[in-house]
């Protein structure tokens, strides 16, 4: 059975003792409880994660990853961060293709291709994002939109190296919004992205891929939307700022 996540992406937030503070309180909530959730990942600013990656020894459920990565394996990019890096510092995981990181800092499904590839050589785990926005959705262009992210995005994988990948739907209207899509709006591509997946990669591969979504999700709506077929578990924003309504979410699998 495919791994059941919730993952929090705290974006640009937290200085490094609130980032510190925030986490130590999330393992302390969710440390002794039985959860459903298989694994509660908290991706954070990269001057946190070596120290998170500290905190959460001896926690089975609890890993930490990154927000983005750099293409290039290491040289002369100033300011920049290798996936290496991030993997010499016990991390397990990496956001790629956030729409933030596609609007703002023009990324596109090609470099988001090279991306997932030297993420996936430095053995770190995409969270890969897509996800359309309103006037594509408007414009009833969404399933296009999604199918051309993972096509041009991921779909140049192998079998073994696509197994690795967590796929996040968030739609971008629903990304900070406080606009959720719907459990049926969000199932439905939910499901749309795993009969992709199957005919790619075939129906073994497809069940076994965790699909998350994002969005606004919160304590108040994440149980309707992980009871969803395809949908298995959250990528969580302004919700993961809070321990008591992250936990809530983590706890949501129950
Ligand atoms: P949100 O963000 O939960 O604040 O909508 C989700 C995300 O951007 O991953």
């Known amino acids: 059975m495919r791994k059941k996540i919730v993952a929090g992406n705290w974006k640009m ?13 999330i393992i302390n909530m969710v440390k002794d409880e039985a959860t459903g959730t298989q694994e509660a990942v908290i991706c954070s600013p990269f001057i946190h994660i070596h120290s998170l990656v500290q905190l959460a020894k001896g926690y089975n459920k609890v890993a930490v990853g990154a927000q983005n990565a750099h293409q290039e394996e290491k040289g002369a ?19 790629l293709g956030h729409s933030e990181r596609r609007q703002y800092f023009g990324e596109t499904n090609a470099l988001l291709a090279k991306k997932t590839d030297t993420a996936l050589k430095n053995d770190l785990r995409p969270i890969f994002c897509i996800g359309e926005t309103l006037q594509e959705r408007e414009a009833n262009t969404h399933f296009d939109v999604i199918k051309t992210q993972l096509v041009e995005g991921i779909f140049h994988l192998d079998a073994d190296q696509f197994a690795k990948l967590v796929i996040a739907y968030e739609p971008v209207w629903a990304i900070g919004t406080g606009v959720t899509a719907t459990s049926a709006q969000a199932q439905e591509i939910h499901e749309f992205i795993r009969k992709e997946i199957a005919a790619k990669y075939g129906q073994e591969v497809a069940d076994a891929t965790t699909i998350l979504y994002g969005g606004s999700c919160n304590p108040t709506n994440a149980a ?12 969580i924003g302004g919700a993961s700022l809070k321990s008591r309504d992250f936990t809530d979410i983590v706890k949501t699998f129950n």
């Open 13 to 25: 937030n937290l200085d490094y003792n609130e980032g510190l503070a925030l986490f130590s309180e």
């Open 77 to 95: 990019y100033t300011g920049e961060i290798s996936a290496k890096m991030i993997k010499s510092t016990g991390a397990a995981y990496v956001i």
């Open 224 to 235: 309707e939307l992980f009871a969803q077929p395809d949908i298995d578990g959250g990528l």
